[in-house]
């Protein structure tokens, strides 16, 4: 190439060196994003949900209602958080359930109905992490 060894080895290393940063620049910003793995059922129960107490309350029709929910959460924080608000947790149940009829608590419908309310409103009062999931766990209407 050039009359100077010197020069040309310098070229080398130079071309060498450029390849190895523009195929590291490649690699970085192309790689795949790292998958989260869904939480398996153990991780669920041991670590991200809240059971609540047993409730029994009226309905607005007059008939009694006992009923208990597990509450899925996003983190181990979030976990705690819903721990430390039970309290609040309870309020809001009773509050939902004080509106509600046997009418509009039956079937699969009015649970999905109740727990989606449950879950909006329990995010309202989260400030660590989200509500993912509200499962009735019993449920006695009288």
């Known amino acids: 190439m050039f009359k100077s060894r010197a020069l040309n080895i310098f070229l080398i290393i130079l071309a060498v060196l450029t390849l190895a940063l ?11 994003a790292p998958t989260t793995a869904s939480p398996t ?11 609540t107490d047993e409730i029994t309350t009226n309905l607005k029709d007059n008939k009694f209602i006992k009923i208990k929910f597990k509450i899925q959460v996003t983190n181990k ?7 430390s ?8 149940i009773l509050y939902i359930l ?5 009418q509009d608590l039956e079937g699969q419908g009015g649970l999905k109905a109740l727990e989606s309310t449950l879950q909006s409103k ?17 449920k006695l209407i009288q």
């Open 22 to 32: 523009i195929g590291s620049y490649y690699y970085l910003t192309h790689k795949p």
């Open 41 to 51: 059922i153990d991780d669920i129960v041991a670590n991200l949900s809240v059971d």
């Open 77 to 83: 924080e979030a976990k705690k958080e819903l721990t």
């Open 85 to 92: 608000r039970q309290f609040q947790v309870n309020n809001t």
């Open 98 to 102: 004080s509106n509600k009829t046997e």
């Open 122 to 138: 329990i995010n309202l009062l989260m400030k660590t992490g989200k509500v993912v999931h509200v499962y009735t766990t019993e």
